[in-house]
């Protein structure tokens, strides 16, 4: 350990067509579970706004998936559905729902009641009242949401690796195993630098879509 | 059904010596405990100064998006050559694999979210509230500790129990770099193909998780002064990056 260089670019650059696998992987599996964690997420949401009632139990169920350590869930999927992408994802989803959900209501109910009241005056009838109006000011709330999910879905897509998916996760724990750290600085730092850079390219998407919106300072968690 | 009942008779089979659930719940709470109060120690009082001051908003900033940033796998196991190389160079630790590395990473990991949201929550304490207790001529050290951090508390303790939840979770995956924990049964299980080894330890880490939730909740609920309690407790969120 003392006399071996600690990070050693010859075999970064002897294994680029892997970790362009292991990259494109990782992409590919955070965007799936983005994809459909935003599908149940809107319809989840909707239910909620429509009924208050079963709010509550909704974000009860979500925040337990929430609370449950991803590898306990893999392990609990394991048996059920074996080492798959289907496992992972279903993981992956799982705790998107949570996080995407409460930032969809919360940036629908934050919408200007005088605007709303607006709108229906000028005769927007209810689907209109939403795509057009209620939508377009709740972005900036959403899109935040979409951005920490993503970043924590990133981080997590790493875990997947023990069920052997992983994307650069597969790295960390070949590192691990081999003992081999340079695997494990390439795989950590993969992954940081894949939530940064998806992160910068949803603060532009931002930007884009909502240019009304200022920028204002994010709250803690 | 046969699963569920080759479940419990797991259960009871497997509670008692070294590797028995008792011992690794014991195992799994000891080292979340010590990196949560580590972290607690470090955290807390930079968080206050800082945001008391109103210095290092950035810093908070970017500390909470690193913070999501970086994988806790990645950091853990990162720790692992960390404390192998502490262990053979210093006589600070007696071994690099197993409680070491896991509470090095469990520590890092637990950090910024408990410095962001007391750097926020003592930052959001009402500039007027702090004016009054300095013309009523308390020290400025008294209005952190007995003005703002009261005030603060409930998003303090919030930052506290999402990261005890982390942590809880987290500390499973100690079991990869040589620790015991629950994470033991999983990762065996994976290693042995033992379904009921594998799906007993996530029933554990899942209890525990859920039961670290919902015991914090209740210590906010107590530890909360009564006056701010009803005031603050609903604007505390921390999913929303609003």
Do not use: C
């Amino acid at each position: 350990m003392i006399g071996a260089p600690f990070f050693r670019w010859d075999w970064v650059f002897d294994h680029l067509d892997l970790i362009w696998d292991k990259v494109a992987e990782h992409l590919v599996l955070t965007g799936i579970a983005l994809g459909v964690g935003l599908a149940i997420s809107v319809a989840l949401a909707l239910v909620g706004l429509r009924f208050p009632r079963l709010y509550p139990p909704i974000t009860w169920v979500t925040g337990v998936l929430y609370t449950i350590p991803s590898l306990a869930l893999f392990a609990f999927l394991v048996p059920i559905t074996g080492f798959t992408t289907l496992t992972a994802e279903i993981g992956l989803v799982s705790y998107t729902l949570l996080i995407l959900i409460r930032n969809i209501v919360a940036g629908i109910q934050g919408v200007d009641p005088a605007v709303r009241e607006a709108a229906v005056g000028m005769g927007y009838a209810p689907r209109r009242l939403f795509l057009e109006i209620e939508l377009p000011l709740a972005l900036p709330v959403i899109l935040a949401g979409i951005r920490i999910a993503a970043v924590t879905t990133i981080g997590l897509v790493t875990i997947t690796a023990l069920i052997g998916k992983g994307g650069v996760g597969f790295f960390i724990l070949d590192g691990l195993v081999r003992f081999f750290d340079t695997e494990i600085v390439l795989g950590t730092a993969l992954s940081v630098i894949l939530a940064v850079v998806v992160d910068l390219s949803l603060v532009l998407a931002q930007r884009l879509l909502t240019p009304w919106a200022s920028r204002r300072t994010p709250v803690a968690g | 059904m046969d699963f569920f009942v080759d479940l419990i008779q797991w259960f009871g089979d497997n509670w008692s010596g070294d590797t028995g659930w008792v011992a690794r719940t014991w195992e799994h709470l000891w080292i979340s405990g010590v990196a949560v109060v580590a972290a607690m120690v470090v955290a807390i009082p930079l968080g206050a100064w800082l945001g008391h001051t109103g210095r290092g908003g950035l810093i908070a900033v970017s500390v909470v998006n690193i913070g999501r940033a970086l994988p806790s796998f990645g950091i853990l196991a990162l720790a692992l050559p960390l404390t192998i190389w502490l262990a053979r160079t210093t006589p600070l630790i007696d071994s690099g694999i197993g409680f070491a590395p896991t509470v090095v990473a469990l520590f890092l990991l637990a950090l910024p979210p408990i410095f962001t949201n007391t750097y926020a929550g003592v930052r959001g304490v009402d500039a007027d509230i702090v004016e009054a207790a300095r013309g009523m001529g308390i020290g400025e050290r008294k209005i952190i500790t007995e003005v703002e951090m009261p005030i603060a508390s409930p998003v303090i303790l919030t930052g506290i129990r999402v990261t005890a939840v982390q942590v809880v979770a987290t500390a499973t995956l100690g079991a990869l770099v040589g620790f015991g924990g629950y994470g033991r049964f999983i990762v065996d299980g994976i290693a042995t193909q033992d379904r009921l080894e594998l799906v007993g330890g996530a029933v554990l880490v899942a209890l525990l998780s859920i039961l670290t939730e919902v015991g914090f909740s209740a210590l906010e609920r107590v530890v909360v002064p009564a006056g701010i309690r009803r005031r603050r407790r609903s604007d505390v969120d921390p999913f929303l990056a609003t």
